[in-house]
């Protein structure tokens, strides 16, 4: 059998296995929180850095909440930051609820964490909420989670998220594969592998769970420090559960290098905790698959495969955005196909490269992601050096 | 101390983004005073007239809407995020030479000034309007062919009308304003959303407009700051 057959036939099946994202989606979409309500108090932990889409307005989704006693912790590591003049409007906004905390912690390699640190410390409930900055909630979003932790096993709640804002073209391509690739493959992953996979928009848990698993000290050093706490908790016996409750991840100004700068590093961290099922991530884009086809084999049959390819997986995106009711304009589908030649090219990146460079530093990615300090030595090491050289250059 | 930006541009000349998106990305990110400042382009040159053309300037015209859609905005800007929004311009003095050209932001304007006026005219203009003049990227700029140099080289002549000069332009210091001693202020001159990570003004001051122009005029409690990302 020739090669480009091969590819032709994984296409297809890649189409069929999206199919049943989709199925995974809306099921999951359509769950019903029969839980009871429960409304114990909340500290809602805020870690900031930098300047995010819609800072403020994400901020004070969470200061209006409808939900009887909470707190909202901004923790930032020093004045400095840009963040910190959004963060202190907020809290003069709503000094009951909000306290600003800026404190240097430099106790990991991991900023999320040694921002998170000190906040948690400060924070006054025993129940805590991690909440990324670029998210934006509901009035009814923490009433809604809450009630799965009236289940005593349920030791993490988690959120599905959707992309919106898309503004410039990077906005568009990373709303389009959150909306796509990581939302369908998160609700696969729950729906029929029944894995834990927590994002770290939006984790919701005990603090004597969170000690059982060691504390948030014990996840200092990784850099995917959600996925690796959801994996502790469901190995100690407690439940992660994925609420059917969607939140909105703001992205309405980003370049395409941070695009490609996000999925290389996201791609890195799959690569280090899945190990060989990353290989099904490639299986699971049949835009990529069907243009490889197209190139090994240049007749009218692959290429009309890839154009239908194409087609099924545009309608699909687009169905898809309609049950998770997106605001996303119906020709940015339309980018769907390029964006999913750029993901399958950066898919080859983590299998060439495992270091990522965060704040300046360069990093090795260890099992599970462990971050560790990166020795320059060794021949093969000059090849940063000379990227940096080049980068510095052009700049 | 008031965090500050006294030169953008928006949809009405050649920035990128609608005058409501410029506000709310200011105010997204926690400024306090802002001023809007797009170009009054000279039509008597040929760059100045493909400016008209393209509809890339404010013209006597559609001045009156453009200032009563900043001041729509100032106010909406001031209930949702506190946040002071200063109607301006950016006279556009364009010519092939950049020793003809020149930049002057006419801050708190109300009254429509044309960029075919002689400088005389046009600060003086300024003032009667008690508006602030501040003269805009003075000198060389890193990587751009045409610079606006007229009033830097013409500085003797010109000085005494100009309330402060920037002494920083998006990602351009230039040390010779400090080394004259003139007032200053920095400025992001932002047309893009990235323009937001640029040089910008500290102010030691009321959060209201007077205060401000009087802190920029007299220049005591200004400072300038890098806002990174």
Avoid at chain 1, 275 to 283: A, F, P
Wanted: aromatic share 12%; with cysteine.
């Amino acid at each position: 059998m020739e090669t480009f057959y091969i590819f032709t036939i994984i296409a297809f099946l890649g189409i069929v296995g999206y199919g049943f994202q989709i199925w995974a989606v809306r099921s999951k979409i359509g769950e019903r929180n029969d839980n009871k309500e429960y409304y114990p108090p909340i500290s809602i932990l805020k870690p900031l850095k930098g300047i995010d889409d819609d800072l403020f307005d994400n901020l004070e989704s969470f200061c209006t909440q409808d939900y009887p006693e909470y707190e909202v912790i901004l923790a930032l590591q020093d004045y400095n930051d840009p963040a910190y003049r959004t963060a202190r409007k907020i809290a003069d906004k709503y000094p009951e609820k909000v306290k600003l905390l800026v404190e240097k912690c430099q106790i990991g390699l991991n900023p999320k964490v040694n921002n998170l640190i000190p906040a948690y410390q400060e924070s006054r409930y025993d129940i805590v909420l991690i909440s990324d900055s670029n998210v934006m909630v509901e009035k009814n979003y923490i009433r809604e989670i809450v009630k799965h932790l009236s289940d005593e096993n349920v030791g993490l709640v988690t959120n599905i998220i959707r992309g919106t804002g898309s503004l410039s073209l990077g906005a568009k391509l990373e709303n389009l594969h959150l909306n796509t690739f990581i939302i369908s493959s998160v609700c696969f992953l729950d729906k029929f592998l029944k894995m834990p996979c927590v994002i770290g928009k939006s984790m919701l848990m005990r603090k004597k769970d969170i000690e059982a698993i060691g504390g948030l000290e014990a996840f200092k050093d990784f850099l995917a420090e959600d996925y690796v706490i959801g994996y502790n908790m469901h190995k100690s016996g407690k439940k992660v559960v994925l609420s059917s409750y969607t939140i909105d991840n703001v992205n309405e100004y980003w370049d395409i290098k941070k695009f490609l700068n996000r999925h290389t590093r996201w791609g890195k961290l799959r690569w280090k905790i899945g190990g060989g099922k990353y290989l099904s991530e490639m299986l699971g884009n049949p835009v990529f698959m069907s243009v490889i086809s197209l190139l090994l084999n240049l007749s009218w049959f692959t290429f009309f495969f890839a154009l239908w390819v194409s087609s099924v997986k545009i309608f699909c995106d687009i169905y898809l955005g309609k049950i998770i009711k997106t605001e996303m304009n119906k020709r940015v589908y339309l980018l769907s196909p390029f964006k999913d030649i750029i993901i399958g090219i950066l898919w080859f990146v983590p299998l060439l490269s495992s270091t990522v460079v965060w704040r300046g530093n360069r990093y090795k990615i260890g099992k599970n992601s462990l971050l560790l300090p990166y020795e320059y030595s060794g021949i093969l090491t000059w090849r940063y050096r000379i990227i940096s050289a080049i980068k510095e250059r052009f700049a | 101390m008031l965090l500050c930006d006294f030169h953008i541009h928006t949809k009405y000349s050649d920035g990128s983004l609608e005058l409501r998106k410029v506000i709310d990305l200011y105010g997204q990110a926690g400024f306090d005073v802002i001023a809007i400042t797009d170009h009054v382009v000279n039509g008597d040159s040929m760059i100045g007239k493909l400016a008209y053309k393209f509809e890339m300037t404010i013209t006597e015209k559609n001045f009156y809407e453009y200032l009563q859609n900043i001041q729509d905005e100032a106010q909406r800007a001031w209930d949702k995020y506190q946040m002071l929004v200063i109607a301006g311009v950016e006279i556009s003095k364009n010519y092939l030479s950049s020793e003809k050209s020149a930049h002057i932001l006419i801050i708190d304007i109300k009254e429509f000034i044309s960029a075919c006026e002689s400088y005389e005219h046009i600060f003086l203009e300024a003032k009667r309007q008690n508006a602030l003049v501040v003269a805009c990227h003075p000198h060389q700029m890193k990587g751009e062919i045409r610079n606006t140099l007229y009033l830097w080289r013409n500085r003797e002549k010109y000085a005494k009308y100009i309330d402060a000069w920037e002494i920083a332009n998006r990602d351009d210091v230039f040390n010779v304003v400090s080394l004259k001693k003139y007032p200053y202020i920095a400025n992001s001159d932002f047309h893009k959303p990235r323009h937001l990570y640029s040089w910008k003004t500290l102010l030691n001051c009321e959060k209201n407009i007077s205060a401000v122009k009087n802190c920029i005029k007299h220049n005591k409690g200004v400072a300038i700051t890098l806002f990174r990302g």
